[in-house]
T-cell receptor, first 117, second 114 residues
Framework: AQKITQTQPGMFVQEKEAVTLDCTYD???????LFWYKQPSSGEMIFLIY??????QNATEGRYSLNFQKARKSANLVISASQLGDSAMYFC??????????????FGTGTRLKVLA | NAGVTQTPKFQVLKTGQSMTLQCAQD?????MYWYRQDPGMGLRLIYY???????DKGEVPNGYNVSRLNKREFSLRLESAAPSQTSVYFC?????????????FGAGTRLSVL
């Protein structure tokens, strides 16, 4: 079974509008963490935002916010006031604690966002 | 700040050739990871290392070996490259702390196996 599911292969949004990228997850680790990364066409992986499983409030970082619905196991990324530079691939990821004491990260298949002028 | 450095950036191999992808981090991180990225597949974990001297298999370890040479370096070896190993490879590191949450990535190695 997929542990991280991103159901939107591609999305379009008009410049200056908000967009929501979906992510659902599945884990038995009670202390998991959820991440979003941006990968522009240049290829590097850029960390955007983190949400811990015990965090009471939704995480926010500038124009990025994470809509965390724990009971529904969803961690959607909301980008407000989209800019042309937001056009990129976006990955949702989850970390789980392993017996070795370190964390293992699992990534979704990504959503390609295109911002239209 | 160098962060995570991967070499080489590009490589073309013939089927059956071997090579080692190098990764080094200067952030004193305990945990290091190797991923491969294929179109439509996201990033898949190949191997990871919780600390110097320890390695664990990830989701797609077949055809690869790794060495955690010291705390800084984590190398990925392809003993006999196959066309199915054509991919972009990313190395990443993480402090290992439950407080620090960010996994840092290298710039990637684009590998083609002909």
């Amino acid at each position: 079974a997929q542990k991280i599911t991103q159901t939107q292969p591609g999305m379009f949004v008009q410049e200056k509008e908000a967009v929501t990228l979906d992510c659902t997850y599945d884990t038995s680790d009670p202390s998991y963490g959820l991440f979003w990364y941006k990968q522009p066409s240049s290829g590097e992986m850029i960390f955007l935002i983190y949400q811990g499983s015990y965090d009471q409030q939704n995480a926010t970082e500038g124009r990025y916010s994470l809509n965390f619905q724990k009971a529904r196991k969803s961690a959607n990324l909301v980008i407000s006031a989209s800019q042309l530079g937001d056009s990129a691939m976006y990955f949702c990821a989850m970390r789980e604690l392993q017996d070795s004491g370190t964390y293992k990260y699992i990534f979704g298949t990504g959503t390609r966002l295109k911002v239209l002028a | 700040n160098a962060g995570v450095t991967q070499t080489p950036k590009f490589q073309v191999l013939k089927t059956g050739q071997s090579m080692t992808l190098q990764c080094a981090q200067d952030m004193n991180h305990n945990s290091m990871y190797w991923y491969r990225q294929d179109p439509g597949m996201g990033l898949r974990l190949i191997y990871y290392s919780a600390s110097e001297g320890t390695t664990d298999k990830g989701e797609v370890p077949n055809g690869y070996n790794v060495s955690r040479l010291n705390k800084r370096e984590f190398s990925l070896r392809l003993e006999s490259a196959a066309p199915s190993q054509t991919s972009v490879y990313f190395c990443a590191s993480y402090s290992g702390s439950s407080v620090s949450n960010i996994q840092y990535f290298g710039a990637g190695t684009r590998l083609s196996v002909l």
